[in-house]
T-cell receptor, first 111, second 110 residues
Framework: DAGITQSPRHKVTETGTPVTLRCHQT?????MYWYRQDPGHGLRLIHY???????DKGEVSDGYSVSRSKTEDFLLTLESATSSQTSVYFC??????????FGPGTRLLVL | DQQVKQNSPSLSVQEGRISILNCDYT??????FLWYKKYPAEGPTFLIS?????DKNEDGRFTVFLNKSAKHLSLHIVPSQPGDSAVYFC?????????FGQGTELSVKP
């Protein structure tokens, strides 16, 4: 498995507050991804990165931003958290954009 | 527009029997397909893949079949074990990304 960690693993926050989730990898993979998993929707791509400072939107990017200043770190920011952003968030990495390796996930509850 | 669909949200199978998980797709340009397995409170893990130029790929108890004319793939698990109980996702690649199905929750009963 790629060495992928996510922090925090659990977070409870209030509506309207900003939240930042961190993904850290030790495999020097070029590609990094943020997904959310919700019942009935499977895994939906929020944003992804194909290199340092190179990012693009996924299918559910509204309300989220990302940054990648180093190969190993990919940050996901909820600019103003809403209850609809309560979810489980997964980070993934890939060497060349094919098989992805996932982190353990972050459970976020927005009250 | 869902390019990858798993129409069965759940499947229950007796231990020792065959589990068949299905996946349909609409995009004929997928070069390969992947299956992921996810246990509760863990991230998905890669299970098996198949190239679009093949119609079968086998790895131990797991076999994936691809029917390009029907745009359908299936994952067979034989024999099923209680430890196979998990959510299974199929996915196809597109421009450096993966398009996932909604997932099927498999429950293998002892």
């Amino acid at each position: 498995d790629a060495g992928i960690t996510q922090s925090p693993r659990h977070k409870v926050t209030e509506t309207g507050t900003p939240v930042t989730l961190r993904c850290h990898q030790t495999e020097n993979h070029r590609y990094m991804y943020w997904y959310r998993q919700d019942p009935g929707h499977g895994l939906r791509l929020i944003h992804y990165s194909y290199g340092v400072k190179d990012t693009d939107k996924g299918e559910v990017s509204d309300g989220y931003s990302v940054s990648r200043s180093k190969t190993e770190d990919f940050l996901l920011t909820l600019e103003s958290a809403t209850s609809s952003q309560t979810s489980v968030y997964f980070c993934a990495t890939a060497f060349g954009g094919e098989t992805q390796y996932f982190g353990p996930g972050t459970r976020l509850l927005v009250l | 527009d869902q390019q990858v669909k798993q129409n069965s949200p759940s499947l229950s199978v007796q231990e020792g029997r065959i589990s068949i998980l299905n996946c349909d797709y609409t995009n004929s340009m997928f070069d390969y397909f992947l299956w992921y397995k996810k246990y509760p409170a863990e991230g998905p893990t890669f299970l098996i893949s198949i190239s679009s130029i093949k119609d079968k790929n086998e790895d131990g108890r797991f076999t994936v079949f691809l029917n390009k004319s029907a745009k359908h793939l299936s994952l067979h698990i034989v024999p099923s074990q209680p430890g196979d109980s998990a959510v299974y996702f199929c996915a196809g690649p597109q421009g450096g990304k993966l398009i996932f199905g909604q997932g099927t929750e498999l429950s293998v009963k002892p």
